[in-house]
């Protein structure tokens, strides 16, 4: 199994900035795609950064020039640091990999979520 461990979600007042990481472990897995996802309630959960293993990020289009996302393949490890936070990135933050294990074949593996909370 792969856990996904996150952190650096928090309160920050609007304008100001937040890094967010994630890291993967457990079972050796060949990885894919890494990023981020957020839900508020009464949504569907959002793609907000994702990287693929040629290090190319797509954003979502409310987020551009704001946050940025870089992987660490060395270390299993994506970062999303946001800049300019607006009230309306408030929301559940989840990490996502996409990766290939023995057992499972190509699955997709999320964390357990951080709240991000943008005060106004």
């Known amino acids: 199994q792969v856990h996904l461990v996150e952190s650096g979600g928090g309160l920050v007042q609007a304008g100001g900035s937040l890094r967010l990481s994630c890291t993967a472990s457990?079972?050796?897995?060949?990885?894919?795609?890494i990023g981020w996802y957020r839900q508020v309630p009464g949504k569907q959960r959002e793609s907000v950064a994702v990287?693929?293993?040629?290090?190319?990020?797509t954003y979502a289009d409310a987020v551009k020039g704001r946050f940025t996302v870089s992987r660490d393949n060395a270390k299993n490890t994506v970062v999303l640091q946001m800049d300019s936070l607006k009230s309306e990135d408030t929301a559940v933050y989840y990490c996502?990999?996409?990766?290939?294990?023995?057992?499972?074949?190509?699955?997709?593996?999320w964390g357990q979520g951080t709240q991000v909370t943008v005060s106004s």
């Open positions: 996502y990999l996409r990766c290939f294990t023995v057992r499972g074949g190509w699955t997709s593996n």
């Open positions: 457990g079972s050796t897995f060949t990885p894919g795609a």
């Open positions: 990287i693929n293993n040629a290090g190319f990020a």
